[in-house]
């Protein structure tokens, strides 16, 4: 196993590696993924978010994760943790996703090449080893963090953040099926600090069609880009007895889906972030748009590992929303993002069919998109 040198990529030392599918730039800070070059054919697509101010000298107040944010990274904890657990003060979505990660090698194999990048976290002692994987021909990333000398109860997940074209309604966002969903029970921003929200805090509903707002009317949040100079955010609880939970974004003018697969019993719930346009305080300033944060986690809502350990109405409700972790067995979560060509007749994914080396995707008029993938990966 080799080491690898960084590389500047948009503004930060990055680890790269590609197979003739897929190229991937990981940061050192952070370990955020992105940007990620996807080759379908003759067509490359790109579709993850990378912040607008990424060229820009900021104040010494901004975090690290504001000063990389792209891409899909991982939080442990997850969330603001504006208030300390026994002592601990996570950052912002933990050291994970703002401390420096280090190169303990890149591997080649036959068909694919693994990236694996460690972290040992000082906030709560533990150690973080990061792989990801390419498989040559597979439009897939293959992520996986194991954690290793963790005590005690914590909340983690995944933070994905695609950029949507320009116009309303352009990616059709669907998910394999939910048990409960509802929007933060305090509202996500503040207009006397320059942050606005539409959705109804604490609305419970039952489709992404119909969810309630602050003006007594519903809006589909299935169709996105839509609400500018808004920030929301709605949390998804996967059916529990699913043994793989998908989401799943169509492009049909661009002409893919992109999507991702998890194991529920692992990662519980996905947070949606609808980022258009709601900050107007540094170093958002209203420009950060069209961005849809696809955040596959363990946790309630996004306030972090004090309110995820304690009882709150996702744990009264039957739902997890931490995991025990025991410093004598390492913890593994694995993760499969990908993408796969589609028509511009396709609306939205409706059906995900796995196989051991394959994944079909179905749409909602029987349409479907095929591409090899190792669905086994997820619970090896």
């Excluded at 026994?86 to 050291?95: A, K, L, T």
């Excluded at 990660?101 to 591997?107: R, Y």
């Excluded at 099926?177 to 805090?201: C, D, F, I, T």
């Excluded at 994914?349 to 749409?363: G, W």
Aim: proline share 7%; with cysteine; glycine share 8%.
């Amino acid at each position: 196993m080799n080491r690898m040198k960084t590389r500047a990529i948009c503004g930060q030392k990055s680890f790269l590696i590609a197979t003739k599918t897929v190229e991937a730039a990981v940061t050192e800070t952070g370990g955020h993924l992105a940007p990620v070059t996807f080759k379908l054919g003759r067509q490359t697509v790109q579709p993850f978010a990378i912040a607008p101010w990424w060229k820009e000298k900021l104040t010494s107040d901004i975090p690290p994760i504001l000063r990389v944010l792209r891409g899909d990274f991982f939080c442990l904890p997850f969330g603001a943790n504006t208030q300390p657990y026994h002592g601990e003060r996570h950052p912002v979505h933990g050291e994970t996703a703002n401390a420096r990660w280090k190169c303990a090698g890149i591997e080649h194999g036959a068909q694919s090449v693994t990236l694996h990048l460690t972290l040992n976290t000082k906030i709560r002692r533990g150690r973080v080893d990061k792989r990801i994987r390419l498989i040559s021909g597979h439009p897939v990333v293959y992520q996986e963090h194991t954690l290793t000398g963790f005590r005690g109860p914590m909340n983690f997940g995944h933070h994905a953040t695609l950029q949507f074209p320009d116009h309303e309604g352009a990616g059709r966002l669907s998910t394999s099926r939910v048990a409960y969903a509802q929007v933060p029970p305090e509202p996500v921003e503040n207009p006397a600090a320059k942050g606005y929200s539409m959705l109804q805090p604490g609305a419970v509903f039952h489709s992404l069609s119909a969810v309630p707002t602050i003006t007594g009317d519903t809006t589909d949040l299935s169709h996105y880009p839509a609400r500018r100079g808004f920030e929301d955010i709605v949390l998804l609880v996967a059916d529990p007895n699913l043994k793989l939970a998908w989401t799943a974004v169509a492009f049909p003018d661009q002409r893919y889906v992109w999507f991702a697969l998890r194991d529920p019993r692992v990662l519980a719930a996905t947070l949606l972030w609808l980022s258009n346009g709601g900050r107007h305080y540094p170093p958002w300033n209203g420009r950060h748009v069209n961005v849809l944060g696809v955040e596959d986690l363990t946790a309630y809502f996004h306030y972090g590992l004090a309110a995820s350990a304690a009882p709150n109405l996702l744990t009264e409700a039957g739902y997890r929303t931490h995991h025990v972790l025991d410093p004598d067995r390492p913890f593994t979560l694995r993760y499969i993002m990908g993408v796969a060509p589609i028509s511009d007749e396709f609306d939205r994914v409706a059906e995900l069919k796995c196989n051991s080396d394959h994944v079909t995707l179905v749409s909602t008029d029987g349409e479907e998109t095929t591409v090899p993938l190792d669905v086994k990966f997820l619970h090896t």
